[in-house]
């Protein structure tokens, strides 16, 4: 079956390190979007793809970098210069103007 | 700025108790609107796309309905099963690609 798969599930960062959290889809889907979800907030977007090797900010993007070196893949990388990383990342895909399909999150907690 | 305003913000139903949830939005020319439901520690699941004022989607005990300013979602007779979080997101035709989301309406079903 198609969709979206995230990895991990659970991700613990020490203090000054980067992590790299992984999305794959096989939707054969074009755009590809990383958000950020906090408790009592919206959904927020952190970065967006349409097309490999191109990639724009979203509302959050300061502290975190990623790339589209292929089509099926859009991996996140939270480095050290975000001050308040610990949230539920979510990755998403769409094709056209269609419903976006959602992977099911990575947590990530700062120790 | 695309912004999405959804209430109650919780609502608590009797088992059978039918109700609606509703999406307040503002856009620069809708693409979409969008109802997820997502369960804790879940990544969001497609439920409904709506594209213009009128347009009305049924799945299950679930209707969605799209105006100018506001959609609704109407559970009729709802189970136990219903409860999770319901997201409603939009997509329009300018500034960056990605959903802009509420912060969601928490719904509880008891037996």
Known sequence: DGGITQSPKYLFRKEGQNVTLSCEQNLNHDAMYWYRQDPGQGLRLIYYSQIVND???????EGYSVS??????FPLTVTSAQKNPTAFYLCASTKGDYGYTFGSGTRLTVV | EDQVTQSPEALRL???ESSSLNCSYTVSGLRGLFWYRQDPGKG???LFTLYS????????RLKATLTKKESFLHITAPKPEDSATYLCAVRSGGGADGLTFGKGTHLIIQP
């Open chain 2, 44 to 46: 969001p699941e497609f």
């Open chain 2, 14 to 16: 009797q088992e059978g």
């Open chain 2, 53 to 60: 004022a009128g347009e009305e989607k049924e799945k299950e």
């Open chain 1, 55 to 61: 990639f724009q900010k979203g509302d959050i993007a």
């Open chain 1, 68 to 73: 589209r070196e292929k089509k099926e893949s």
